[in-house]
């Protein structure tokens, strides 16, 4: 059993920057790929970013591309995403998951084993 706890979401303007933290359980966390989802009001969750186990390879959805950047640190446990250049359309709940397994498509929320509670970003214009 894994579990994750979202942190630094909150209420930031058209333009600023937040970092979302996802710190995980147990000591198998550098064997995990992980990935970043968000959830909208009345919209289905989709895809942000994800990470290999080993952070040498990284997927971003293409709305977010040169804006947010994907990171880990297998020593604290944790994964990041750097959200830059924010925008209203970026307003969600955000939610990082871990999958024990290469997933098949990394966008792909039925292959990831576990999810945090979510956190919720706000982006005012």
């Known amino acids: 059993q894994v579990q994750l706890v979202e942190s630094g979401g909150g209420l930031v303007q058209a333009g600023g920057s937040l970092r979302l933290s996802c710190t995980a359980s147990?000591?198998?966390?550098?064997?995990?790929?992980m990935g970043w989802f968000r959830q909208a009001p009345g919209k289905e969750r989709e895809f942000v970013a994800a990470?290999?186990?080993?952070?040498?390879?990284?997927y971003y959805t293409d709305s977010v591309k040169g804006r947010f950047t994907i990171s880990r640190d297998n020593a604290k446990n944790t994964v990041y995403l750097q959200m830059n250049s924010l925008k209203p359309e970026d307003t969600a709940i955000y939610y990082c998951a871990c999958a024990a397994g290469r997933p098949a498509d990394y966008s792909g929320t039925l292959y990831y084993d576990y999810w945090g509670q979510g956190t919720q970003v706000t982006v005012s214009s």
């Open positions: 147990g000591r198998t966390f550098s064997r995990y790929h």
């Open positions: 990470i290999s186990w080993s952070g040498g390879s990284t």
